[in-house]
């Protein structure tokens, strides 16, 4: 089983590396709890996923990624102000298709080839003041 990196030293850019795989229960919950610590802080910040590795979650950690949306809808309106994944493989746009089918993002979410492309269109989100 592989841990979900989630490095938020750049804050407010949050980089979660998602690795090869699969990805424990116990994984997806630490991931979730740094999640709503982010939330927590009251502070615009925006999401790179870099999912080159990934190979996407088990039907149970999908529910549980759309659950957290629903029960965070309101703070990730305000405070979350986008997401960038990044990744080529067909498999993890299912996986990101999938959550975002149960519960859709209530902030802007693209994919990109390259995390430099991501990262530049999130550096745009979180100088826009008013957002799309």
Known sequence: MAAIDVDDTRWPLVVI????????????????????SHLGRHERFAS??????????????????SDHVNANRELLKRWHVAAAIVSSSAMVRGVVTA?????????????????E????????????????
């Open 99 to 115: 959550v975002n089918w149960l519960s859709p993002p209530p902030f802007p979410q693209r994919q990109f080839a390259t995390r």
């Open 48 to 65: 790179l996923h870099d999912g080159v590795r990934a190979s996407g979650l088990d039907s149970k950690g999908r529910k549980r990624m």
């Open 117 to 132: 492309e991501a990262e530049a269109w999130l550096r745009g989100m979180l100088t826009n003041e008013a957002r799309p």
């Open 17 to 36: 590396r998602w690795p090869s795989g699969a990805i424990a229960e116990t994984d997806v919950e630490e991931f979730l709890r740094r999640s709503v």
